[in-house]
């Protein structure tokens, strides 16, 4: 142990003489009690190593102050329950306010701040963008966020771009694949071998739909690189999940679940001929645009320093409009063409059906089929998102006693605003 001591940069020092030294963070208040944690709380400011503060802390001459004098041994095994605990910690140098966010993160980054390194030596984020957004917002929400990105960005046409510049130019383009209504030079580059050194992409997109996306998944998934998807335009961002691990949903699942939601225009498209979604034009604000952006550089960041939580299997939906945050949960189809089996719905047509009788002792008799016990099970397939329907709504012309509901789906609700309309 050759750095000095102090408690974790997240930790406001609070002592009450007498009392307890209070630690505040962000997570609440925590008391610590005894004469020997209030002897060594003011020794660990983070300018003494392990030595001098148990040199310190047995002086003679402190025995006259009120916490008095500390014996080295006793003083060695408290810092090494604090820092069991996470509440101090070694440094080379003066803690920094990223460092403090990184240790409020807690366990999930190994209960500790990332060790700085150089920025060429920190993992590469390759930003691809398809669509509307200007690729230089992207670079600039990564290398705001402290990420590395990757070196070598390509266009659609191959050649060597410089983000800065990219919006500068057009391309001949079909917007019916392209997500925009204006045709631009986007960097686009699919093959990874162009970024050997990314640990992450971060694709940028107007539309989840975008088919160019199968091919984007598809790529990652053969190299086993995670790929995080952002839209930033529209009133309402999307963000996640991360793709492109083997034991994930793949885009192919998503793009089942939010096609169902907008079947109106899948037959529209169908009608016109067109792949992928009908193309919006582009609505956001600078703001908007920025804090998605943003939050997906945050993302990113976090993955990248090991910090992995629930919501990352999820993708979330920020209403600038109401400043909301909607998690929508999304699961594998195990019938997928591409990450599942395509032939388990037509093995379980043509299996033997098995009824197994209620006077069986040997029957399975754990599963709950109370409705209680369906919704548990099964409730995560109830999104307004990624669900295979939108809700469950109680039927308000039955009775109380009555257990009627139904389950509705936005392009069968039939409601006024989206009925059609004849001139």
């Known amino acids: 142990m050759t750095g000095e001591l102090g408690f974790t940069p997240h930790l406001r020092v609070e002592p009450v003489p007498g009392e307890a030294v209070y630690l505040v963070s ?110 230089d917002e992207a ?93 930033p335009v529209g009133t309402q961002a999307w963000l996640g999940p991360f793709l492109g691990a083997p034991d994930d949903p793949c885009w192919v699942c998503l793009a089942d679940r939010l096609w169902r939601g907008r079947q109106a225009e899948a037959y529209l498209q169908r009608r016109l001929g067109r792949p992928g979604p009908v193309p919006r034009p582009p609505a956001s604000l600078p703001a908007s645009r920025a804090a998605a952006l943003q939050l997906a550089a945050l993302e990113a960041a976090k993955w990248l320093a090991g910090y992995r939580h629930p919501g990352q299997r999820e993708l979330r939906t920020l209403d600038s409009l109401t400043a909301t945050v909607d998690r929508h949960p999304l699961s594998r189809r195990p019938q997928c063409a591409c990450c599942g089996d395509p032939a388990l719905v037509a093995a379980r047509i043509l299996a033997p059906l098995s009824l197994p009788s209620q006077r069986d002792p040997l029957a399975d008799t754990a599963a709950d089929t109370s409705p209680r016990g369906i919704m548990e099970r099964y409730g995560h397939l109830v999104d307004p998102v990624t669900g295979l329907v939108t809700e469950i709504r109680r039927d308000p012309r039955g009775p109380a006693v009555l257990n009627c509901f139904h389950a509705r789906h936005p392009s069968y609700a039939g409601a006024a605003p989206t009925a059609a309309w004849t001139p």
């Open 26 to 135: 962000e997570h609440g208040v925590t008391a610590l009690h005894g004469r020997a944690i209030a002897a060594l709380a003011p020794l660990l400011d983070g300018s003494r190593d392990l030595a001098h503060i148990l040199t310190e802390a047995a002086a003679p001459g402190r025995a006259a102050d009120p916490p008095g004098a500390v014996p080295a041994g006793q003083a060695e095994r408290v810092i090494a329950r604090l820092r069991a605990a996470g509440l101090v910690s070694e440094r080379e140098r003066a803690w920094t306010p990223e460092e403090a966010y990184w240790e409020l993160a807690g366990p999930g980054t190994g209960g500790s701040a990332p060790a700085p390194t150089p920025a060429s030596a920190r993992p590469a984020v390759a930003p691809l963008v398809l669509g509307s957004t200007d690729p």
């Open 139 to 231: 670079v600039r929400a990564l290398r705001v966020a402290g990420l590395r990105t990757a070196a070598g960005l390509r266009t659609v046409d191959g050649e060597t771009a410089d983000p800065r510049s990219v919006n500068a130019e057009a391309a001949d383009g079909d917007p019916t694949t392209s997500g925009a209504t204006s045709p631009r030079r986007e960097i686009c580059q699919i093959a990874l071998r162009q970024h050997d050194d990314a640990e992450l992409t971060l694709v940028v997109c107007d539309d989840y739909l975008d088919p160019r996306l199968a091919a984007v998944d598809a790529a990652h998934r053969a190299a086993g690189r995670r790929w995080l998807p952002v839209k």
